[in-house]
């Protein structure tokens, strides 16, 4: 049996389209079918019960927009037809994590506050994708604005299972991205990496995430979460694919001023050259653990489970093999704080973020009688928001007021400059270090089961331990898969790299999956796939 | 003031909201100026606040924010300074919070040395200079709110002063100097009545020779220079009146009524408001470059009260000529375009200027620096004046003309034949004509009434179209009519 077209890479998918040899519309057809097969009940705002069959589906997707695909594959064939360039993504099947407004397409950040909103306008980073030629198949779940590590939290239930075992979480929060191109859905996702949010679930489904540095792509269109660390990046299956899609959404904006103006590189170029002579590190601070118990606030630590830490040290092992030097003990001193820092930082941010939700302008307004604004604000919120963002809003408006500032917010921004600083110095050319890249695990377990974590939102949130420090940093970051634990669940290592460095990221991620094309744990497939 | 037991003084600080007239909004590209516009059509989905949305700075406000700052003397602009986020709920406010400037604004310090009509001068602090976004409009209408957020994103500084002032015409004074010289700096047009210039005034009172502040009231909402001086006078003489009757002032906010020209309580002052400032994330902090800065200040024109000075000092103009002609920055360019035109003579285009040039501006609703008469015409116009070439009048008549077609006025001279009639031959015979024709005037002058030389000095002018040299005319005719006495 021949590989179905929506299990193409966005590589060949768009080589073949481009050259004639595919229409675009075949492999639209192709990915609708898998959508039929994988999806499930269609998350929705109903009241919501787990039923068995949910736990063997994906429902990834909280808005499908067919005809829109229809016609952005018909154009791509018709522009090939007509000798025309269709773009370096033609034809090749995108879902839309739903925190970016798309024009004319329900953008809802998974949020009933949000549930019937229609951008009037596109994201930055959606436009260059469809400008290139993707054909955008809808928007995919995640956590309320992006609000959680396991999708769990969305209000479109439900939420998304994991692939690999659709009992378990696909993490989050670009849950559906990474659940959507694991199940082969579609061939790339537009997610969101703010604490791990790309990575975490890249890992937790065997997909590859990246999250780029900090303004290397625009932000224009990204329903804010905490805008000082909110990135988005590529979510695909291979590191090729990740390369292809990020050059086409990388570079300056005249839509957000933080969108960094430094020159793009031609990430698919580079990629296949050699890794000798890189110096990759090794960190002991990511082999552990440490964090303040939430109640007594006494620091804690623990080893990562030991199968992953077996996988980054085999990992650095294949590198090594092909060249790469390995620098181990490199310190990360302050990675313990990148928890803590981040719940402050964040959630301030987030706060802030959340007040134009007043039931006002757009989105959800209560419905019920009101006696003044004030009570419109509070019921409409009240009712519009899931838990999460109370949470947050409530921390928030804590650590922010002018009593508390100096002790919180000031504090976590110190932290911040430390861990950044932390990598400052393993990067620095002249320093002891000289790396290239750190390498460390993407996450301290594999995919948890659905309920097993949610309701603790503080040991939700040390499923990000690994992922927060460079987003603190603004360092970009990539997950790949290295592998599956004994229980058929994927693992994943990441590597970390100085700013901009996103290129030298790609080429080594490219050459440890090159070496290890043919392991057995390649042909395994996800769970849902094989029924 | 009342003769109560000591002397009273009002102490009075003013904060103003500055629309700056840039051609865009702050942060995004929606037209700064909506006045007349219909609600809500001059608006995005950035300055509308919509999810997903950044800003991007507008860099005309930033150099007219700089220009301003420069312009009063701040302590410092900063290279480095920061936008932050100001939040509160309000349904004309879409983002739920204002981008402003709080901790590291644009500059520190500055002040003001208002001069006063009676000659003293007061020196007036700035605290505070920052730029900022400025929110929607509400209206209220049958029970309901009408929000229109064409305003949303309008650029505007705010400056506030120390409470430097101690009387309601100071603080009229001190808005009639700021409102020239934004439109001296070309940074706001400082209409009140469109909300460009906008002013609350913080006032309070005490005896003279107490340094404390007491508790003080806050007037809002006024938009006329002369509603806050009167706003202003009635606050201070309703405190009088208070603490003569022994009550204390509370720190009400007052409304001003423009219908009924009063005051009007509109809460008493709550605890101060949390605004949970912090940096705004979506926004690099403001760098400005040393050389960029040196080079925005080294542009700054002279300032109208030091062009005031200088016009009194170099071209010995009393002082109230200066102030009228440094009113506005064209019409003092204009003056001296027009002095070293007319190679001096400082007085006299000044005279000219005042009574003639203003009146054509008026007329035609314009500034100096958009009138078709350009000062070289007015300088030579004031050339053939003086040299006699045409007569005043011919020349006030051209002023007139040239502003009506542009054309050179020596041109006109000539073509039109509008020169002096100085051909004594010519005079003569028109005087005798004049003479002989008005037999009763003739005899009534030669009976002593010397006065009527004047009429016939303005028969001989009507006759000849104003041409004739005033002074000529009349030497002639006394000369025909003393003749005629002989006879
Ligand atoms: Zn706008």
Redesign the pocket.
């Known amino acids: 049996m021949s590989t179905p077209l929506c299990d193409l890479s966005a590589v060949e998918i768009a080589g073949r389209v481009r050259n004639g040899s595919l229409r675009a519309e075949q492999v639209l057809d192709s990915a609708l079918e898998r959508i039929r097969a994988v999806e499930g009940r269609p998350p929705s705002l109903e009241p919501y019960e787990l039923q068995a069959e949910d736990r063997s589906t994906v429902h990834a997707f909280i808005t499908l927009t067919e005809e829109r695909a229809r016609a952005q594959a018909r154009a791509v064939d018709d522009a090939v037809a007509a000798g025309k360039d269709p773009g370096a993504l033609a034809g090749v099947p995108l879902g839309v994590k739903d925190i970016f407004c798309v024009a004319g397409t329900p953008s809802t950040a998974g949020s009933r506050i949000l549930a019937n909103f229609v951008a009037p306008y596109t994201a930055t980073p959606v436009a260059r994708l469809e400008a290139a030629g993707a054909v955008t198949l809808g928007k995919v779940n995640l956590d309320e604005f992006t609000f959680g590590s396991s999708n769990e939290s969305t209000a479109f239930r439900p939420p998304p299972g994991n692939p690999w075992d659709p009992g378990r979480v696909p993490g989050g929060s670009s849950g559906g991205s990474a659940a959507a191109v694991a199940a082969g859905e579609v061939a790339l996702s537009l997610g969101t990496d703010t604490a791990g949010s790309i990575r975490q679930p890249a890992a937790f489904c065997g997909v590859v995430g990246m999250k780029p540095t900090y303004g290397r792509v625009s932000r224009y269109g990204l329903i804010a979460f905490a805008s000082s660390l909110d990135c988005p990046g590529p979510v695909a299956r291979t590191v090729s694919d990740a390369a292809l899609m990020l050059g086409v959404i990388a570079g300056a904006d005249i839509h957000d001023a933080t969108a960094a103006h430094v020159p793009v590189p031609d990430y698919l170029g580079g990629l296949e050259q050699d890794v000798r002579g890189l110096r990759i590190g090794l960190s002991p601070d990511y082999f552990k653990l440490r964090y303040p118990d939430p109640q007594t606030g006494e620091l804690r630590e623990q080893p990562i489970t030991p199968e992953i830490e077996t996988a980054v040290r085999s990992a650095a092992e294949a590198l090594a093999r092909q060249g790469a030097e390995i620098v181990e003990n490199v310190p990360m001193p302050n990675t313990h704080l990148g928890i803590p820092a981040y719940f402050v930082i964040s959630r301030v941010e987030a706060a802030s973020n959340l007040h134009r939700y007043d039931g006002v302008k757009y989105g959800f307004r209560y419905a019920g009688p009101v006696g003044d604004l004030k009570e419109l604000y509070r019921k409409s919120r009240a009712a519009g928001f899931g838990r999460q963002p109370k949470l947050r809003i409530l921390m928030g408006m804590y650590v922010s007021a002018e009593q508390y500032e100096k002790g919180y917010y000031q504090r976590a921004l110190r932290v911040r400059t430390l861990i950044r600083r932390d990598f400052e110095q393993a990067f620095d050319r002249g320093g002891a270090h000289r790396l290239d890249a750190l390498l460390t695990a993407t996450t301290p377990t594999t995919a948890f089961e659905l309920d097993a974590v949610y309701g603790d939102s503080v040991l939700m949130q040390y499923a990000d331990l690994l992922t927060v420090p460079a987003d603190h940093a603004g360092v970009p970051g990539i997950s790949l898969p290295v592998g599956l634990d004994a229980q058929q669940l994927p693992i994943g290592i990441q590597l970390l790299g100085p700013d901009f460095s996103e290129a030298r990221l790609l080429q080594i991620a490219r050459a440890y999956e090159r070496q290890t094309q043919t392991e057995a744990w390649r042909a395994a497939r996800p769970k849902v796939l094989n029924l | 003031m009342k003769g109560t037991m000591s002397e009273i003084e009002a102490v009075i600080g003013l904060e103003t909201h500055i629309q700056l007239n840039t051609r865009t ?1 702050i ?4 037209r700064a100026d909506s006045w007349g516009a219909d609600p809500n059509t ?7 606040g919509l999810p997903g949305v950044l800003p991007v700075p507008n860099q005309a406000v930033i150099d007219k924010a700089v220009r301003l700052a420069a312009a009063m003397h701040v302590d410092e602009i900063r290279p480095l300074s920061y936008f932050a986020r100001k939040n509160y709920f309000y349904p004309d406010l879409p983002k739920g919070y204002q981008i402003s400037q709080y901790d590291e604004t644009l500059a520190r310090g500055g002040h003001l040395d208002l001069p006063m009509p009676d000659g003293s001068v007061r020196h007036v602090r700035i605290v505070k200079l920052h730029q900022e976004e400025d929110a929607g409009k509400t209206v209220h209408q049958g029970g309901r709110r009408l929000i229109d957020f064409n305003r ?2 309008v650029p505007l500084v705010e400056m506030v002063t120390a409470p430097d002032l101690r009387s309601a015409d100071e603080a009229a004074q001190y808005l009639i100097r700021l409102r020239q010289l934004l439109r001296w700096l070309e940074v706001s047009d400082g209409d009140m009545e469109r909300g460009q210039l906008r002013c609350d005034a913080n006032v309070s009172i005490r005896p003279v020779g107490f340094e404390g502040l007491n508790p003080k009231t806050e007037i809002k909402n006024v938009n006329s220079i002369e509603n806050v001086r009167a706003a202003i006078e009635k606050e201070i003489e309703r405190q009088k009146r208070e603490v003569e009757a022994g009550r204390r002032i509370e720190a009400w906010t007052l409304e001003w009524d423009e219908d009924t020209g009063t005051l009007r309580k509109m809460r008493s002052k709550e605890t101060e408001a949390d605004y949970r400032y912090f940096r705004e994330p979506d926004l690099l902090p403001v760098r400005l470059e040393a050389g960029w800065l040196a080079a925005q200040r080294a542009a700054l024109p002279e300032l109208p009260l030091e062009r005031k000075a200088r016009f009194i000092a170099q071209y010995g103009l009393p002082a109230y000529d200066a102030e009228i002609l440094t009113e506005e920055r064209t019409l003092s360019e204009y003056f001296e375009a027009a002095v070293a035109a007319r190679g001096g003579e400082a007085k006299s285009v000044s005279n000219w200027m005042m009574n003639d040039v203003l009146r054509l501006m008026r007329e035609r609703g314009v500034l100096a620096g958009d009138l078709k008469l350009r000062p070289q015409h007015l300088a030579s116009i004031l050339r053939m004046v003086d040299e006699r070439k045409i007569t005043g009048s011919t020349g006030k008549e051209l002023l007139a003309r040239v502003e009506a077609g542009g054309q050179d006025p020596e041109t006109l001279v000539a073509a039109e034949g509008l020169g002096q009639v100085s051909d004594e031959g010519a005079l003569r015979q028109v005087a005798r004509r004049i003479v002989e024709d008005n037999p009763g005037q003739v005899e009534a002058y030669r009976k002593g009434k010397v006065t009527l030389i004047g009429w016939f000095v303005g028969q001989v002018m009507r006759q000849t179209g104003g041409k004739a040299d005033p002074q000529r005319t009349r030497a002639v005719l006394e000369e025909i009519l003393a003749a005629g006495t002989d006879a």
């Open positions: 909004k942060f995004c590209a929606c001059n608006i995005c989905p950035v300055c509308t949303c994103g």
